[in-house]
């Protein structure tokens, strides 16, 4: 049923991560799908003001934890290499990820999302921003 199935991660986030992780890699198995994973790594208005300080150095820096603790959830997933693959990215968390979708030709996402409150009601969330902006379909785990 699923070709390609797109898994948006927030590292620094495990309980959220570890609930799509589980439920694309149960879809997977079922369905034969490829797993990309993708971790958005937000520019701030803090960090662009703060490139004459080193801006490069840092987003280096966030680039390399990043892959590192991505290649370590890849490995543990036990699926074959030809079936996993991730990318990171700088930039708007919902823009970065629709993109990705269509970029990929992802027939799916599977994206975690934490219980709504005041907060996401008012502002909004990345997962509320993905259902209204992908063109597929998209799973909402909590």
Do not use: C, W
Not at 36 to 54: C, D, E, K, M, R
Not at 74 to 94: H, K, M, Q, T
């Amino acid at each position: 049923m699923y070709k390609t199935i797109l898994v948006p991660v927030d590292i620094s986030e495990e309980g959220l991560t570890n609930k799509a992780v589980d439920s694309a890699l149960k879809i997977a198995r079922e369905t034969g799908a490829k797993l990309h994973f993708l971790h958005v790594l937000p520019i701030s208005s803090a960090i662009i003001n703060a490139y004459a300080l080193g801006y490069m150095e840092i987003k280096d820096k966030a680039t390399i934890k990043a892959e590192q603790d991505l290649g370590k959830l890849v490995d543990s997933l036990g699926l074959p290499n030809e079936r996993i693959a991730y990318s990171i990215v700088f930039g708007s968390p919902r823009d970065e990820i629709t993109a990705a979708a269509d970029e990929i030709g992802a027939d799916l996402i599977v994206i975690g999302s934490r219980r709504p409150n005041i907060t996401t009601h008012l502002l909004g969330s990345n997962s509320s921003g993905i259902v209204r902006y992908a063109k597929v379909s998209v799973l909402v785990v909590r």
